[in-house]
């Protein structure tokens, strides 16, 4: 089964009275199971189409489904219960709610998915504990360094027990040992029955967690997944 299957994805951007074509005909598929690193130089579309397979933008052609589900198909409300109970997403720029602890923060998929405060509290710290966070669970963002918000980050992505998470460079603002152990946890993750993950990163140290590794440039796939990488970097 395919957690992820796209085709022909196209999206299209207005940028200074120009038309800009982010997506040009994508074809992807993750498959359940799987680890899937996307690299590719910056500004070549990894981002917009993570974005699309999570549900937050749509295509302007083609069909990207998940887990047998095209999101766009979905009226508004439809998609955004899906996306609250299958998607983990964790954001380059954190998008940490400023006036939330970190526990908060990272509660909050669960209480919009109706879990009661009180176990949604205790989930969070029990994920935020697993990311080395679990002296900070009362810090408020502005109290954390980039690193540690971007953990709360991903435990936030975590702790509703999503089956695709998505990331755009989870380990941008980690240190190599702090990396590592994200790492294994977000591996340990993806072998977990029915689950997915795809990463959108530029850092080398991390490529040895992927099962595949798919290679973008100007709006499209130029270079199949292919296998755990070799020492040649994808660039």
């Not at 589900?69 to 940490?96: C, E, H, M, P, T």
């Not at 795809?198 to 490529?207: A, L, N």
Request: net charge neutral; glycine share 8%; proline share 5%.
């Amino acid at each position: 089964m395919m957690a992820v299957h796209c085709r022909n994805l196209t999206k299209r951007y207005q940028a200074g009275g120009q038309e800009v074509m982010a997506l040009r005909g994508v074809h992807l598929d993750i498959p359940v199971g799987q680890l899937m690193m996307l690299v590719g130089p910056s500004g070549c579309g990894k981002t917009t189409l993570i974005s699309v397979i999570a549900g937050i933008l749509d295509q302007d052609e083609g069909t990207c489904e998940v887990y047998g589900v095209d999101l766009k198909s979905l009226s508004d409300r439809d998609k955004l219960a899906f996306r609250a109970k299958n998607i983990g997403f964790v954001f380059q720029s954190y998008n940490l709610l400023p006036s939330l602890t970190a526990q908060e923060n990272a509660a909050v998929p669960l209480i919009i998915n109706g879990v009661k405060r009180p176990l949604a509290l205790q989930a969070a710290r029990e994920i935020l504990d697993r990311v080395g966070l679990g002296q900070r669970l009362t810090s408020m963002p502005s109290q954390l360094s980039g690193g540690q918000q971007q953990r709360v980050a991903i435990a936030r992505s975590l702790v509703h027990d999503p089956r695709l998470i998505v990331c755009d460079e989870p380990t941008s603002a980690l240190d190599h040992d702090t990396g590592q152990r994200v790492m294994e946890l977000l591996k340990g993750v993806a072998l977990d029955a029915g689950k997915a993950l795809i990463i959108v990163t530029h850092d080398e140290r991390i490529f040895e967690f992927a099962d595949t590794i798919a290679h973008m440039d100007d709006g499209n796939i130029v270079k199949s997944p292919s296998l755990q990488p070799t020492s040649t970097s994808p660039y």
